[in-house]
Protein backbone atom coordinates (compact mmCIF):
# COMPACT_ATOMS: atom_id res chain seq x y z
CA UNK A 1 0.00 0.00 0.00
CA UNK A 2 1.31 3.30 -1.06
CA UNK A 3 1.69 6.01 1.33
CA UNK A 4 2.03 9.24 -0.95
CA UNK A 5 2.46 12.85 0.74
CA UNK A 6 -0.88 14.73 0.00
CA UNK A 7 -1.84 18.13 0.22
CA UNK A 8 -3.42 19.92 3.34
CA UNK A 9 -6.54 20.57 1.58
CA UNK A 10 -6.83 17.11 0.29
CA UNK A 11 -6.29 15.60 3.88
CA UNK A 12 -8.76 17.52 5.58
CA UNK A 13 -11.67 16.97 2.87
CA UNK A 14 -10.87 13.04 3.71
CA UNK A 15 -10.94 14.02 7.03
CA UNK A 16 -14.33 15.67 6.82
CA UNK A 17 -15.74 12.55 4.66
CA UNK A 18 -15.21 10.51 7.51
CA UNK A 19 -16.40 12.76 10.31
CA UNK A 20 -19.45 13.44 8.66
CA UNK A 21 -19.97 9.38 9.45
CA UNK A 22 -19.82 10.21 13.24
CA UNK A 23 -23.17 11.18 15.61
CA UNK A 24 -22.65 14.88 17.16
CA UNK A 25 -23.51 15.41 20.48
CA UNK A 26 -25.61 19.04 19.71
CA UNK A 27 -27.94 17.51 17.56
CA UNK A 28 -29.23 15.77 20.99
CA UNK A 29 -29.78 12.39 19.72
CA UNK A 30 -27.41 10.75 21.52
CA UNK A 31 -29.24 9.42 24.27
CA UNK A 32 -26.95 6.69 26.45
CA UNK A 33 -23.71 8.55 26.08
CA UNK A 34 -21.87 9.17 29.51
CA UNK A 35 -19.95 11.65 28.04
CA UNK A 36 -21.02 14.97 26.33
CA UNK A 37 -19.87 17.87 24.01
CA UNK A 38 -17.41 19.96 25.37
CA UNK A 39 -17.24 23.16 26.81
CA UNK A 40 -15.72 25.24 23.39
CA UNK A 41 -13.22 26.87 26.67
CA UNK A 42 -12.09 23.56 26.97
CA UNK A 43 -11.31 22.81 23.35
CA UNK A 44 -9.25 25.97 23.00
CA UNK A 45 -7.29 25.68 26.41
CA UNK A 46 -6.45 21.94 25.39
CA UNK A 47 -5.16 22.87 22.05
CA UNK A 48 -2.60 25.22 23.90
CA UNK A 49 -1.43 22.42 25.87
CA UNK A 50 -1.05 19.90 23.68
CA UNK A 51 2.77 19.63 23.78
CA UNK A 52 2.78 19.09 27.47
CA UNK A 53 3.64 15.52 29.20
CA UNK A 54 2.80 14.85 32.84
CA UNK A 55 4.74 11.86 32.32
CA UNK A 56 7.78 13.86 32.94
CA UNK A 57 6.76 16.90 34.85
CA UNK A 58 10.09 18.53 35.78
CA UNK A 59 10.27 19.39 32.30
CA UNK A 60 6.30 21.32 32.48
CA UNK A 61 6.32 22.82 35.97
CA UNK A 62 4.25 25.07 35.30
CA UNK A 63 1.33 22.23 33.94
CA UNK A 64 2.44 20.30 36.47
CA UNK A 65 1.41 23.06 39.12
CA UNK A 66 -1.36 22.79 37.01
CA UNK A 67 -2.64 19.40 37.70
CA UNK A 68 -1.89 19.66 41.42
CA UNK A 69 -4.63 22.57 41.76
CA UNK A 70 -7.06 20.92 39.55
CA UNK A 71 -7.03 17.50 41.92
CA UNK A 72 -6.98 19.76 45.32
CA UNK A 73 -9.93 21.91 43.79
CA UNK A 74 -11.54 18.70 42.83
CA UNK A 75 -10.97 16.89 46.27
CA UNK A 76 -12.70 20.23 48.03
CA UNK A 77 -15.31 19.16 46.52
CA UNK A 78 -15.51 15.60 48.03
CA UNK A 79 -14.36 16.54 51.37
CA UNK A 80 -10.75 16.14 51.18
CA UNK A 81 -8.25 19.13 51.97
CA UNK A 82 -5.25 17.17 51.21
CA UNK A 83 -5.72 15.21 48.44
CA UNK A 84 -2.60 13.09 46.37
CA UNK A 85 -3.45 11.85 42.97
CA UNK A 86 -3.19 12.47 39.22
CA UNK A 87 -5.10 13.30 35.82
CA UNK A 88 -5.72 10.64 33.90
CA UNK A 89 -7.31 9.09 30.84
CA UNK A 90 -10.56 8.18 32.71
CA UNK A 91 -12.39 5.94 34.91
CA UNK A 92 -11.00 3.07 33.97
CA UNK A 93 -7.25 4.08 34.66
CA UNK A 94 -8.21 4.92 37.63
CA UNK A 95 -10.27 2.62 38.72
CA UNK A 96 -7.05 -0.15 37.82
CA UNK A 97 -4.61 2.24 40.25
CA UNK A 98 -7.14 2.05 42.85
CA UNK A 99 -7.30 -1.61 42.82
CA UNK A 100 -3.57 -2.11 42.13
CA UNK A 101 -3.26 -0.01 45.69
CA UNK A 102 -5.56 -2.11 47.48
CA UNK A 103 -3.59 -5.38 46.04
CA UNK A 104 -0.20 -3.71 46.98
CA UNK A 105 -1.30 -2.45 50.44
CA UNK A 106 -2.67 -5.64 51.64
CA UNK A 107 0.34 -7.64 49.96
CA UNK A 108 2.77 -4.97 52.09
CA UNK A 109 0.20 -5.84 55.27
CA UNK A 110 0.95 -9.12 54.86
CA UNK A 111 4.58 -9.38 53.97
CA UNK A 112 3.72 -11.00 50.74
CA UNK A 113 6.21 -10.88 48.22
CA UNK A 114 4.62 -12.97 45.12
CA UNK A 115 1.37 -11.55 44.04
CA UNK A 116 0.83 -14.22 41.44
CA UNK A 117 0.55 -16.67 43.91
CA UNK A 118 -2.45 -15.23 46.47
CA UNK A 119 -5.78 -15.78 46.21
CA UNK A 120 -6.80 -11.77 46.15
CA UNK A 121 -10.76 -10.64 45.93
CA UNK A 122 -12.55 -7.42 45.98
CA UNK A 123 -16.08 -7.50 46.56
CA UNK A 124 -17.96 -5.10 44.25
CA UNK A 125 -21.56 -5.13 43.13
CA UNK A 126 -23.34 -6.37 40.02
CA UNK A 127 -23.75 -3.20 38.85
CA UNK A 128 -20.18 -2.47 38.92
CA UNK A 129 -18.31 -0.66 35.87
CA UNK A 130 -16.52 -3.65 32.96
CA UNK A 131 -13.02 -1.29 33.89
CA UNK A 132 -12.99 -3.91 37.41
CA UNK A 133 -12.96 -7.04 34.84
CA UNK A 134 -9.58 -5.58 33.58
CA UNK A 135 -8.46 -4.95 36.36
CA UNK A 136 -9.01 -8.34 37.43
CA UNK A 137 -7.22 -9.77 34.67
CA UNK A 138 -4.24 -7.65 34.55
CA UNK A 139 -3.76 -7.89 38.29
CA UNK A 140 -4.97 -11.34 39.27
CA UNK A 141 -7.63 -10.54 41.48
CA UNK A 142 -10.84 -12.40 41.79
CA UNK A 143 -14.12 -10.16 41.94
CA UNK A 144 -16.84 -11.59 44.37
CA UNK A 145 -20.04 -9.98 42.40
CA UNK A 146 -22.43 -8.85 45.25
CA UNK A 147 -26.15 -8.89 44.40
CA UNK A 148 -28.24 -5.46 44.23
CA UNK A 149 -31.40 -4.83 46.45
CA UNK A 150 -34.70 -3.94 45.05
CA UNK A 151 -33.56 -0.49 44.55
CA UNK A 152 -30.46 -1.86 42.54
CA UNK A 153 -27.71 -0.87 44.77
CA UNK A 154 -25.58 -3.08 46.42
CA UNK A 155 -26.69 -5.72 49.42
CA UNK A 156 -25.21 -4.50 52.54
CA UNK A 157 -25.76 -8.06 54.68
CA UNK A 158 -24.16 -9.92 51.52
CA UNK A 159 -21.01 -7.75 51.88
CA UNK A 160 -20.30 -8.88 55.10
CA UNK A 161 -21.05 -12.02 54.14
CA UNK A 162 -18.56 -12.37 51.50
CA UNK A 163 -15.44 -10.69 53.54
CA UNK A 164 -12.92 -13.38 54.09
CA UNK A 165 -9.19 -13.05 54.85
CA UNK A 166 -8.59 -12.55 50.95
CA UNK A 167 -10.81 -9.53 50.77
CA UNK A 168 -8.12 -7.03 49.63
CA UNK A 169 -11.25 -4.24 48.66
CA UNK A 170 -14.75 -3.31 48.74
CA UNK A 171 -16.10 -1.07 45.58
CA UNK A 172 -18.92 0.97 45.61
CA UNK A 173 -20.39 3.48 42.77
CA UNK A 174 -21.69 6.50 43.60
CA UNK A 175 -23.34 6.72 40.30
CA UNK A 176 -23.45 3.24 38.47
CA UNK A 177 -23.69 3.37 34.38
CA UNK A 178 -26.74 1.57 33.87
CA UNK A 179 -29.14 3.21 35.98
CA UNK A 180 -27.10 6.05 38.17
CA UNK A 181 -27.86 4.27 42.04
CA UNK A 182 -25.81 5.06 44.49
CA UNK A 183 -24.47 2.10 46.92
CA UNK A 184 -24.63 2.58 50.54
CA UNK A 185 -21.53 4.43 50.71
CA UNK A 186 -22.01 5.05 54.51
CA UNK A 187 -22.34 2.11 55.43
CA UNK A 188 -19.30 0.42 53.44
CA UNK A 189 -17.32 2.80 54.85
CA UNK A 190 -17.98 1.64 58.57
CA UNK A 191 -17.56 -1.89 57.14
CA UNK A 192 -14.01 -0.86 55.95
CA UNK A 193 -13.36 0.76 59.01
CA UNK A 194 -14.36 -2.39 61.28
CA UNK A 195 -12.27 -4.64 59.18
CA UNK A 196 -9.44 -2.97 58.49
CA UNK A 197 -9.97 -3.00 54.26
CA UNK A 198 -9.37 -0.58 51.32
CA UNK A 199 -12.33 0.64 49.96
CA UNK A 200 -12.83 2.47 46.71
CA UNK A 201 -15.60 4.76 45.62
CA UNK A 202 -16.29 4.68 41.76
CA UNK A 203 -17.68 7.98 41.49
CA UNK A 204 -16.78 8.62 37.40
CA UNK A 205 -20.33 9.58 36.82
CA UNK A 206 -22.16 10.79 40.14
CA UNK A 207 -18.83 13.11 41.16
CA UNK A 208 -19.40 15.59 39.26
CA UNK A 209 -23.26 16.30 39.70
CA UNK A 210 -23.86 14.57 43.18
CA UNK A 211 -22.07 17.22 45.36
CA UNK A 212 -23.50 20.39 43.27
CA UNK A 213 -26.64 18.61 43.73
CA UNK A 214 -26.55 18.02 47.42
CA UNK A 215 -25.22 21.74 47.59
CA UNK A 216 -28.51 22.62 46.09
CA UNK A 217 -31.01 20.63 48.42
CA UNK A 218 -31.24 17.21 46.73
CA UNK A 219 -31.85 14.56 49.39
CA UNK A 220 -28.47 12.47 48.25
CA UNK A 221 -26.54 10.30 50.71
CA UNK A 222 -22.91 11.20 51.19
CA UNK A 223 -20.47 9.32 49.21
CA UNK A 224 -17.22 11.19 49.84
CA UNK A 225 -14.33 11.65 52.19
CA UNK A 226 -16.40 12.74 54.58
CA UNK A 227 -16.86 8.69 55.10
CA UNK A 228 -13.55 7.88 56.90
CA UNK A 229 -13.07 4.65 56.07
CA UNK A 230 -13.12 5.52 52.37
CA UNK A 231 -9.19 5.67 50.54
CA UNK A 232 -9.59 6.64 47.26
CA UNK A 233 -12.10 8.17 44.66
CA UNK A 234 -12.85 8.08 40.78
CA UNK A 235 -14.12 11.28 39.67
CA UNK A 236 -14.31 11.88 35.58
CA UNK A 237 -14.23 15.42 34.61
CA UNK A 238 -14.80 14.20 31.01
CA UNK A 239 -18.44 13.43 32.03
CA UNK A 240 -20.56 15.73 33.38
CA UNK A 241 -17.23 18.27 33.69
CA UNK A 242 -18.24 19.48 30.37
CA UNK A 243 -14.32 19.06 29.95
CA UNK A 244 -12.23 17.57 26.87
CA UNK A 245 -12.07 13.62 26.07
CA UNK A 246 -10.50 11.97 27.78
CA UNK A 247 -9.92 13.29 31.18
CA UNK A 248 -10.40 11.12 34.36
CA UNK A 249 -9.42 11.53 37.60
CA UNK A 250 -7.92 9.62 40.73
CA UNK A 251 -8.01 10.89 44.29
CA UNK A 252 -6.44 9.13 46.99
CA UNK A 253 -6.58 10.18 50.18
CA UNK A 254 -2.86 9.37 51.74
CA UNK A 255 -0.24 9.37 49.76
CA UNK A 256 0.89 6.33 50.84
CA UNK A 257 -1.54 4.36 48.44
CA UNK A 258 0.30 6.23 45.59
CA UNK A 259 3.34 5.25 46.75
CA UNK A 260 2.39 1.47 47.14
CA UNK A 261 2.22 1.55 42.95
CA UNK A 262 4.72 3.99 42.34
CA UNK A 263 7.94 2.45 39.99
CA UNK A 264 11.27 3.60 39.56
CA UNK A 265 11.80 5.88 36.44
CA UNK A 266 15.13 6.93 36.60
CA UNK A 267 15.86 8.31 33.18
CA UNK A 268 12.67 10.75 33.85
CA UNK A 269 12.74 14.21 35.64
CA UNK A 270 10.80 12.41 39.06
CA UNK A 271 12.28 9.14 39.79
CA UNK A 272 8.95 7.37 40.39
CA UNK A 273 6.16 7.39 38.53
CA UNK A 274 2.51 5.76 39.57
CA UNK A 275 0.23 6.16 36.46
CA UNK A 276 -1.00 3.13 34.64
CA UNK A 277 0.63 4.87 31.16
CA UNK A 278 3.94 6.90 31.10
CA UNK A 279 3.41 9.48 28.91
CA UNK A 280 0.03 11.75 30.53
CA UNK A 281 -1.03 14.93 28.05
CA UNK A 282 -1.26 18.04 30.39
CA UNK A 283 -3.48 19.45 28.07
CA UNK A 284 -6.50 17.52 29.92
CA UNK A 285 -5.20 19.11 32.99
CA UNK A 286 -5.10 22.46 31.94
CA UNK A 287 -8.52 22.14 30.20
CA UNK A 288 -10.26 21.21 33.18
CA UNK A 289 -8.56 23.83 35.12
CA UNK A 290 -10.36 26.14 32.99
CA UNK A 291 -13.73 24.64 33.48
CA UNK A 292 -13.02 24.50 37.00
CA UNK A 293 -12.58 28.23 37.23
CA UNK A 294 -15.33 29.19 34.60
CA UNK A 295 -17.94 27.51 35.79
CA UNK A 296 -17.02 27.39 39.34
CA UNK A 297 -19.35 25.43 41.95
CA UNK A 298 -22.85 27.70 40.87
CA UNK A 299 -22.29 27.13 37.34
CA UNK A 300 -21.93 22.94 37.69
CA UNK A 301 -24.89 23.35 40.35
CA UNK A 302 -26.80 24.91 37.62
CA UNK A 303 -25.76 22.55 35.41
CA UNK A 304 -26.31 19.37 37.49
CA UNK A 305 -29.60 20.77 38.45
CA UNK A 306 -30.93 21.69 34.43
CA UNK A 307 -29.93 17.77 33.52
CA UNK A 308 -32.20 16.34 36.70
CA UNK A 309 -34.83 18.51 36.00
CA UNK A 310 -35.07 17.14 32.07
CA UNK A 311 -34.23 13.40 33.68
CA UNK A 312 -37.55 14.02 35.71
CA UNK A 313 -39.57 15.95 32.75
CA UNK A 314 -38.70 12.50 30.45
CA UNK A 315 -39.58 9.94 33.75
CA UNK A 316 -43.25 11.92 33.81
CA UNK A 317 -43.27 11.77 30.22
CA UNK A 318 -42.80 8.33 29.98
CA UNK A 319 -44.99 7.54 32.66
CA UNK A 320 -48.02 9.36 31.24
CA UNK A 321 -47.44 7.28 27.93
CA UNK A 322 -47.82 3.71 29.23
CA UNK A 323 -44.01 2.98 29.44
CA UNK A 324 -42.69 1.31 33.00
CA UNK A 325 -39.53 2.92 34.74
CA UNK A 326 -36.89 0.69 36.40
CA UNK A 327 -36.38 2.78 39.46
CA UNK A 328 -36.87 6.44 40.04
CA UNK A 329 -34.31 8.26 39.11
CA UNK A 330 -31.55 9.50 41.52
CA UNK A 331 -29.48 10.74 39.12
CA UNK A 332 -29.70 11.83 35.41
CA UNK A 333 -30.09 8.61 34.32
CA UNK A 334 -33.00 6.25 33.63
CA UNK A 335 -33.81 2.69 32.69
CA UNK A 336 -37.08 1.77 31.02
CA UNK A 337 -39.41 -0.47 29.38
CA UNK A 338 -42.85 -0.87 27.62
CA UNK A 339 -44.92 -4.22 29.37
CA UNK A 340 -46.12 -4.92 25.84
CA UNK A 341 -43.65 -4.09 23.33
CA UNK A 342 -40.37 -6.39 23.14
CA UNK A 343 -37.58 -4.25 24.75
CA UNK A 344 -35.08 -5.34 21.05
CA UNK A 345 -38.30 -4.46 19.25
CA UNK A 346 -38.61 -1.07 20.98
CA UNK A 347 -34.83 0.07 20.80
CA UNK A 348 -34.57 -1.07 16.97
CA UNK A 349 -37.60 0.93 16.36
CA UNK A 350 -36.17 3.86 17.97
CA UNK A 351 -33.05 3.86 16.39
CA UNK A 352 -34.83 4.14 13.24
CA UNK A 353 -36.18 7.40 14.04
CA UNK A 354 -32.62 8.00 14.13
CA UNK A 355 -31.73 8.83 17.92
CA UNK A 356 -29.23 6.24 19.94
CA UNK A 357 -29.64 4.65 22.86
CA UNK A 358 -27.83 1.65 25.07
CA UNK A 359 -29.71 -0.76 27.29
CA UNK A 360 -28.64 -2.18 30.47
CA UNK A 361 -28.03 -6.00 31.53
CA UNK A 362 -29.49 -6.16 34.90
CA UNK A 363 -32.11 -5.35 34.71
CA UNK A 364 -32.62 -5.15 30.82
CA UNK A 365 -34.33 -1.82 30.32
CA UNK A 366 -33.76 0.63 27.49
CA UNK A 367 -30.80 3.43 29.05
CA UNK A 368 -31.14 7.12 28.79
CA UNK A 369 -28.45 9.48 29.94
CA UNK A 370 -29.91 12.70 30.18
CA UNK A 371 -26.34 15.04 29.89
CA UNK A 372 -26.07 18.57 29.12
CA UNK A 373 -26.52 18.14 25.33
CA UNK A 374 -29.33 16.89 25.64
CA UNK A 375 -32.32 19.95 25.81
CA UNK A 376 -35.79 19.53 26.79
CA UNK A 377 -36.73 20.04 23.30
CA UNK A 378 -34.93 17.09 22.16
CA UNK A 379 -37.03 15.14 24.86
CA UNK A 380 -39.87 16.41 23.36
CA UNK A 381 -39.14 15.16 19.72
CA UNK A 382 -37.98 11.19 21.45
CA UNK A 383 -41.64 11.11 23.15
CA UNK A 384 -43.00 12.42 19.81
CA UNK A 385 -41.08 9.49 18.49
CA UNK A 386 -42.22 7.64 20.99
CA UNK A 387 -46.01 7.96 20.37
CA UNK A 388 -45.81 7.05 16.56
CA UNK A 389 -43.92 4.16 17.62
CA UNK A 390 -46.65 2.94 20.01
CA UNK A 391 -48.84 3.50 17.20
CA UNK A 392 -46.81 1.46 15.26
CA UNK A 393 -47.44 -1.27 17.72
CA UNK A 394 -51.06 -0.82 17.84
CA UNK A 395 -50.84 0.25 21.11
Known amino acids: MKNEALEEEYIFKKLNEFKSKDLNYSSGRILGSMCSEPHPLSKKVFMDFLDSNMGDPGLFKGTKAIEDEVIKIMASFLSLDKPHGNIVTGGSEA ?19 NQWNEPFEVIL ?14 LGIKLIEINLNDEYKMDIKSVKEKIN ?16 MIDPIEELSQ ?8 LHVDAAFGGFSIPFLKDIGYDIPNFDFSNEGISSITIDPHKMGLTIIPTGCIIYREKK ?28 SAATWAMLKYMGK ?25 FSLITKPQLNILGFNHPKIDMNDLVKAIEEKSWRVSTSSYPKAIRIVVMPHIKNTHLREFMRD ?6 DFNI
Do not use: W
Not at 165 to 180: Q, S
Not at 271 to 277: D, G, S
Not at 386 to 391: C, V, Y
Open 95 to 113: NIMAMRSARNLYMERNNLK
Open 125 to 138: PKSAHFSFKKASDI
Open 165 to 180: KNTIAIVGVAGTTELG
Open 191 to 198: IAIDKNIY
Open 257 to 284: YLDLISVDSPYLTVKKQATIVGTRSGAS
Open 298 to 322: EGYSQLANSCMINTNFLADALLKEG
Open 386 to 391: LREIKN
